[in-house]
């Protein structure tokens, strides 16, 4: 891995797209996140009580985790994503439901710089820090934009954000952390998965390799092994305030992790809800 930046916008977007090109890796790698679920089908049916039924539409979907629970609750979804085996995954999920849910939900491929949206949600959702995917400054208030357009006047935002401590962030770039053994969930293939990071002070942008190399059934090595990028901006609350504030959102509420506690400096994730200023 590069030790020193600068990175460029290329890596940059590499990081947004890598690690999204295998789904049953990624629906294997977060099958037991589930916390941020719970509160994301409780915020809606909050809203829907409190302000009236309207459409939710799910940001960066990814393989359904989110969208497919939201329909089961009864919503009208539609879910938006780049990446197309996450969306064909999202799409084998929503095949499944019964006729009537699976007739109130849509799955679109697009950008989320570039949404565009009538009639408009009650509820957009952006879950599983695939804000932070949008790395420049620039990219951020083109999607807010987007957003705020596309919602309700009393329409909620909700999306969570990693935050890293600074301990963790200064990690040594050269060394291989977290490592981990499993079976690939389709290709059976034995992987040894290790990562490390760097970060890009200029850019606020978390450089992350997740390596996995493939190993016979007594460890020995067994193919090439294969690197995957991902890209994360890094988002103070004084950097979400600023660009809320920009986008002309208010901000409703801001916990720190699902639970509902308040956002203090030892929160990992940081969760906000906004709305139309
Ligand atoms: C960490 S995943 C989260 C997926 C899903 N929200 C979940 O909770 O499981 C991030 C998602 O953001 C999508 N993504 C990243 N950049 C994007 C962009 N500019 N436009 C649309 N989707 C994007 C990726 O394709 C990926 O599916």
Same mark, same amino acid.
């Given at each position: 891995?590069?030790?020193?930046?600068?990175?460029?916008?290329?890596?940059?977007?590499?990081?947004?797209? $890598?690690?999204? %090109?295998?789904?049953?890796?990624?629906?294997? %790698?977060?099958?037991?996140?589930?916390?941020?679920?719970?509160?994301?089908?409780?915020?809606?049916?909050?809203?829907?009580?409190? @302000?009236?039924?309207?459409?939710?539409?799910?940001?960066?979907?990814?393989? #359904?985790?989110?969208?497919?629970?939201?329909?089961?609750? #009864?919503?009208?979804?539609?879910?938006?994503?780049?990446?197309?085996?996450?969306? $064909?995954?999202?799409?084998?999920?929503?095949?499944?439901?019964?006729?009537?849910?699976?007739?109130?939900?849509?799955?679109?491929?697009?950008?989320?710089?570039?949404?565009?949206?009538?009639?408009?949600?009650?509820?957009? =959702?952006? @879950?599983?820090?695939?804000?932070?995917?949008?790395?420049?400054?620039?990219?951020?208030?083109?999607?807010?934009?987007?957003?705020?357009?596309?919602?309700?006047?009393?329409?909620?935002?909700?999306?969570?954000?990693?935050?890293?401590?600074?301990?963790?962030?200064?990690?040594?770039?050269?060394?291989?952390?977290?490592?981990?053994?499993?079976?690939?969930?389709?290709?059976? $293939?034995?992987?040894?998965?290790?990562?490390?990071?760097?970060?890009?002070? =200029?850019?606020?942008?978390?450089?992350?390799?997740?390596?996995?190399?493939?190993?016979?059934?007594?460890?020995?090595?067994?193919?090439?092994?294969?690197?995957?990028?991902?890209?994360?901006?890094?988002?103070?609350?004084?950097?979400?305030?600023?660009?809320?504030?920009?986008?002309?959102?208010?901000?409703?509420?801001?916990?720190?992790?699902?639970?509902? @506690?308040?956002?203090?400096?030892?929160?990992? %994730?940081?969760?906000?809800?906004?709305?139309?200023?």
């Amino acid at each position: 891995m590069k030790s020193r930046a600068p990175f460029t916008p290329a890596d940059e977007d590499t990081g947004a797209r $890598e690690s999204f %090109e295998d789904g049953a890796l990624y629906d294997f %790698e977060y099958r037991r996140r589930r916390s941020d679920l719970n509160f994301y089908r409780q915020l809606a049916r909050d809203r829907m009580e409190r @302000a009236g039924h309207g459409p939710v539409v799910d940001l960066a979907c990814g393989t #359904g985790r989110m969208f497919v629970p939201l329909l089961r609750d #009864g919503h009208d979804v539609v879910g938006v994503d780049r990446a197309v085996p996450m969306l $064909e995954r999202a799409a084998r999920r929503l095949s499944r439901l019964p006729s009537a849910r699976r007739a109130r939900g849509a799955l679109i491929r697009g950008d989320l710089r570039a949404i565009a949206f009538r009639p408009r949600f009650a509820l957009a =959702v952006c @879950a599983f820090h695939s804000i932070q995917h949008l790395v420049a400054t620039d990219d951020l208030l083109q999607f807010l934009a987007r957003v705020r357009e596309s919602l309700l006047p009393d329409g909620w935002f909700a999306f969570d954000i990693l935050a890293l401590d600074a301990e963790w962030m200064a990690r040594d770039p050269e060394r291989r952390w977290a490592r981990t053994i499993f079976r690939h969930p389709t290709t059976n $293939e034995r992987l040894i998965y290790t990562t490390n990071h760097i970060y890009d002070p =200029v850019r606020q942008a978390l450089h992350m390799r997740v390596y996995y190399q493939p190993v016979d059934d007594k460890g020995n090595v067994a193919g090439p092994e294969r690197i995957v990028r991902l890209c994360h901006r890094q988002l103070s609350p004084d950097d979400v305030a600023t660009l809320l504030d920009k986008s002309g959102f208010r901000l409703l509420n801001a916990f720190g992790g699902f639970h509902g @506690a308040p956002l203090d400096d030892l929160s990992d %994730e940081h969760v906000y809800v906004a709305c139309p200023r």
